[in-house]
């Protein structure tokens, strides 16, 4: 499988930098760096050149690897816009998705709300994000620079179990297809909780 996504991932490379826009970094919210663009992505440093993706100076020859250089392909003049934040299922052409959606971005999360609660700051931290206003508590995060999550959190009570919903920025699709925006989500809360649990 791995083989498959660095295949894909050097023909994105390829076409990112054949002839690449001189404004590609602040098109990506990224900073050049050298041949290449840095920026953060999944709560981690990104370099992202010609020759491959690193994060956190490892490659990234896998899905994330495959998700940053998607975002490189859509690059563009647009402003992100946060508000008002958009469920995946208002997305065009994601209800056929929802399921798998909410069992890999939000399900995954609901056994670790206490925790997700308990280093809600190191995890804003990692993704440079920033406490929401919505349920007991809520963050949002910033898995790529023009691409915000809006993470909601209910505790479990005595009539409700704990819950996750996960939001979208309100032109998230300016820079990344359907598929991928899914991918995003779940990259992130896999992060989420590799990050309560190491």
Known sequence: MSAAYRKIIEENLERIFADPSPGLHRFLGAERAGQGLAFP???LDCSVDRNGVTLSRVEAAGP???LITLYALHG???PMRLEPF?????LPGSMPYQGAFSANSEMVLVPHVPLIREMREEIKRA???EDGHDGDFSFV????PKIALYYIFYMADEEFPASATCLFSSNALSFMPLDGLADVAEYTS?????????
């Open 190 to 198: 896999k992060e989420i909780v590799r990050l309560v649990n190491r």
């Open 64 to 66: 994330r690897g495959l």
């Open 76 to 78: 563009n003049t647009e």
């Open 141 to 144: 995060l910033y898995p790529l």
């Open 41 to 43: 992505a999944f709560g």
């Open 127 to 129: 993704f440079q994000g």
């Open 86 to 90: 958009r469920s995946f299922k208002e």
